[in-house]
């Protein structure tokens, strides 16, 4: 388990550019269930520290060797991963997964594996952008979800939880997403959560190349007030 978040002293880890002041970071990581609390829904023991977040219907955890498999399948789904330059092959996919797992230890926060009655339905949580844009450093909120596993509010119930530790627990004062313009199942869950389009914020995402239909991204944006407030616990029905 990673210190707790500072962005002042992480970001060179996250290759982002050199410090400049976003937030303030919380003392601590709480954890929702914590520790040698006996076994997680899947069986396998949970990790001494392993950060768990538990939800109406899911289990946001840290990252396992099983969850491989099924990752390597969504991430070879062209539905899936329509909005993304292309599908994954199975070492790629890997590569991902260590290096979502990794990044718990430098951060203290991650993309967690999402679980929905013990199996593995794919990922949902906060990271911190690699690129250098105009909202960078900044920390983000992600999601992608087997295609089996769409169309029941499973996205946005793990967003807002998401939320809720980034704001509550790590103390940041500013959660952005962006995705492609052409994602609208994307957008729709940054609304669900209580999200607002930056119309401002829009951009080129750097590591697409120049005339893909892929490269303009929009930038949705919550702060801490507003989530507090409410505004960010809107219904999950549109
Ligand atoms: C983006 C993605 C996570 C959205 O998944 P999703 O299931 O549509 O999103 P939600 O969890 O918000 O679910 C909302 C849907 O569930 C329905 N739903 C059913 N039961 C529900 C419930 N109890 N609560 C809320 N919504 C419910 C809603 O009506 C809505 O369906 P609709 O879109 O057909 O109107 C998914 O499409 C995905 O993984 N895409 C590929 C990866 C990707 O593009 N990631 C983003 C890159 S930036």
Redesign the pocket.
């Known amino acids: 388990m990673g210190r707790p978040f500072v962005l002042e002293e992480r970001t060179h880890l996250c290759d982002a550019p050199p410090p400049r002041r976003v937030h303030t970071a919380a003392p601590r990581p709480r954890r929702l269930a914590d520790g040698p609390s006996g076994p997680s829904r899947q069986g396998a023991p949970r990790r001494y520290g392993e950060q768990v977040i538990e939800t109406e219907r899911l289990v946001l955890r840290r990252w396992r060797e099983t969850d491989r498999e099924p990752f390597a399948a969504l991430n070879a789904d062209p539905e899936?991963m329509e909005?993304f330059p292309s599908t994954l092959t199975k070492e790629q996919s890997d590569a991902l997964a260590d290096r979502l797992e990794a990044e718990f230890d430098e951060c203290g926060f991650g993309l967690w594996a999402v679980e929905l009655s013990g199996e593995f339905i794919?990922f949902t949580g906060l990271s911190v952008p690699r690129f250098t844009a105009h909202f960078t450093p900044c920390v983000e909120v992600?999601?992608?979800?087997a295609r089996s596993a769409?169309?029941?509010?499973?996205?946005?119930e793990a967003a807002r939880a998401a939320l809720d530790h980034g704001f509550g627990t790590i103390g940041l004062k500013e959660i952005v997403s962006f995705?492609a313009v052409v994602?609208t199942?994307?957008r729709?869950?940054m609304e669900?959560i209580g999200m607002r389009h930056d119309p401002g914020g829009d951009f080129d995402h750097p590591a697409l190349a120049e005339g893909s239909p892929l490269r303009r991204h929009v930038l949705y944006r919550i702060g801490a007030e507003v989530f507090r407030s409410g505004n960010g616990t809107v219904s999950?029905?549109?």
């Not at 992600?142 to 979800?145: E, F």
């Not at 769409?150 to 946005?156: I, V």
């Open positions: 899936v909005y794919g992600g999601w992608r979800l769409w169309g029941h509010g499973y996205a946005s995705t994602n199942r994307s729709r869950v669900r999950a029905r549109r």
